[in-house]
């Protein structure tokens, strides 16, 4: 369950969210102003995704602003819409206030763009992290088995010749 902060879209997010989908873009910010979640930019896909990454998504950051960043793949879901990733950027050195705003107010967000639209999910503290690079080391750490005890691998071992 996540706590709700009563932060609602910007009127221009949500006419731009609700409107027709955008295949084009690319890569769309999403900060929050004003007890706002306001549309900051939006650019424009020149190439696949991996090329596109660095040249989008690292010039939406600023080292010490946090924001919100939808990234679309090129990979399309069941219902033929494209695949996003949500990066969420809250820097280690932003007050406590806008890192609690920011992390009440994902839930929101993810609803109003549409939770079904999301593949994956990625949150960073330092720019780097939302590198290309970044998100590739995030993607096989989330794909490899959480570290285990002597004991919990001996455990597993015993489980797997009893099947």
């Given at each position: 369950?996540?706590?709700?902060t009563g932060?609602?879209?910007?009127?221009?997010?949500?006419?731009y969210?609700?409107g027709?989908?955008?295949?084009a873009?690319?890569?769309i910010k999403?900060?929050?102003?004003?007890?706002?979640l306001?549309?900051?930019?939006?650019?424009?896909a020149?190439s696949?995704?991996?090329?596109?990454?660095d040249r989008?998504?690292?010039?939406?950051?600023?080292?010490?602003?946090?924001?919100?960043i939808?990234?679309?793949?090129?990979?399309?879901?069941?219902?033929?819409?494209?695949?996003?990733?949500?990066?969420?950027?809250v820097?280690?050195?932003?007050?406590v206030?806008?890192?609690?705003?920011?992390?009440?107010?994902?839930?929101?967000?993810k609803?109003?763009?549409g939770d079904?639209?999301?593949?994956?999910e990625?949150l960073?503290?330092?720019k780097?992290?939302?590198?290309?690079?970044g998100?590739k080391?995030?993607?096989?750490?989330?794909g490899?088995?959480?570290?285990?005890?002597?004991?919990e691998?001996e455990?597993?071992?015993?489980?797997i010749?009893?099947?």
């Amino acid at each position: 369950m996540s706590c709700q902060t009563g932060i609602v879209a910007s009127s221009e997010l949500a006419a731009y969210l609700a409107g027709p989908a955008h295949p084009a873009d690319r890569c769309i910010k999403v900060n929050i102003d004003d007890e706002e979640l306001q549309l900051v930019q939006h650019r424009i896909a020149t190439s696949d995704y991996e090329s596109d990454w660095d040249r989008n998504v690292m010039v939406c950051i600023e080292d010490d602003e946090p924001c919100y960043i939808f990234y679309r793949l090129d990979d399309k879901a069941n219902d033929g819409e494209y695949n996003y990733v949500f990066l969420c950027f809250v820097p280690n050195n932003t007050s406590v206030k806008n890192k609690m705003l920011y992390a009440a107010t994902r839930a929101t967000l993810k609803r109003i763009f549409g939770d079904n639209r999301i593949a994956t999910e990625y949150l960073g503290t330092v720019k780097e992290e939302l590198s290309l690079q970044g998100y590739k080391n995030h993607v096989l750490s989330a794909g490899s088995s959480a570290p285990m005890t002597d004991a919990e691998k001996e455990l597993a071992q015993v489980q797997i010749h009893f099947r």
